[in-house]
């Protein structure tokens, strides 16, 4: 299987727009250009541990959303067929143009794209795999309705949680730590019968709490690669010290307008899935290497 990236660099004149988060919403404006060099050295740093990263440039600075591929969709394999992409269904308007970029995107790899339907569906940012069970969340975005219209495209076991505020997508209430057979979970922002099932369906003793706190400061919204978190420098020392402890190691990247000013971590500047050799293209222009020649040839 290959680990591939979708992402999108930030503009030459990125700003915060929606500013809909905790951290956005009284953030100071941001630093286009040190935006794009974070950026940049993130994907290639995924691509240095043998990702593929597809990076689709934005077509609008009235865009500024897509650096947040997490929502733009989610990619599932399927055995002897094309993979599936299925299309977001964001509440924030200013982000509802997006969907048309990375659909097209999809299609141009040879992806099934395929819209939910119903409801709103913050793609990617509210669904989790572990140990063979997809993990769906609902509530403060993401609707009951969408999540389900979007649930009927997976296989096999799936586990539905509420979520609760101030987390505004499952990636900041629960983290798969598979290699470790591990998942850490703010049981603060679960809503008490979807924690039940959490403890019931995967054991007590596979659950490792974060505070609300914790994960203000992205304790559950790093990016795993095999026995390497990917984490914004901003984790808290407990975190990283907890993590390690486990048995991984522990990468930090600066991401001070992405993430410290932006809003959105490690986990949220991708698009990950897990797809089969040969059953999708990477078009050259949205290769890694010609995105990033392009960005150094702006300045």
Not at 12 to 33: E, I, M, Y
Not at 54 to 82: C, I, Q
Not at 144 to 151: D, I
Not at 225 to 248: C, F, H, Q, W, Y
Request: a neutral charge; aromatic letters at 6%.
């Amino acid at each position: 299987m290959i680990d591939l990236f979708l992402m999108s660099p930030p503009g030459r004149g990125w700003t915060l727009r929606g500013r809909s988060n905790f951290r956005s919403k009284d953030a100071p404006p941001v630093d286009a250009q040190q935006a794009r060099r974070e950026w940049l050295i993130f994907a290639r740093a995924l691509e240095s541990r043998g990702g593929v990263v597809v990076a689709l440039p934005s077509p609008s600075e009235d865009l500024t959303g897509l650096p947040y591929a997490a929502e733009g969709g989610l990619m599932l394999a399927r055995s002897g067929a094309a993979p599936l992409f299925l299309l977001p269904r964001m509440i924030s308007p200013h982000r509802r143009g997006e969907r048309e970029h990375w659909g097209q995107l999809a299609r141009r790899m040879g992806l099934e794209v395929v819209d939910p339907g119903a409801g709103i569906w913050e793609a990617q940012g509210d669904v989790a795999t572990f140990d063979g069970v997809t993990i769906v969340f609902h509530g403060v975005r993401t609707t009951r309705e969408g999540m389900e219209a979007a649930t009927r495209y997976f296989p096999g076991e799936v586990m539905r949680l509420e979520l609760l505020a101030p987390a505004f997508h499952g990636n900041m209430a629960l983290l798969p730590l598979s290699v470790v057979d591990r998942l850490l979970v703010c049981p603060e922002v679960i809503a008490p019968p979807s924690y039940a099932l959490l403890e019931k369906r995967f054991g007590r003793e596979r659950l490792v709490t974060v505070t609300k706190d914790e994960i203000r400061s992205y304790a559950t919204n790093c990016l795993p690669l095999g026995k390497e978190l990917l984490a914004p420098s901003v984790l808290p020392e407990r975190i990283r010290a907890l993590v390690e402890g486990l048995g991984m190691k522990v990468t930090s990247f600066v991401l001070s307008e992405l993430c410290e000013k932006g809003g959105g971590a490690t986990r949220c500047l991708v698009n990950h899935g897990r797809l089969e050799p040969g059953s999708f293209q990477v078009p050259e222009e949205n290769r890694l290497a010609a995105v990033a020649a392009r960005m150094e040839a702006e300045g």
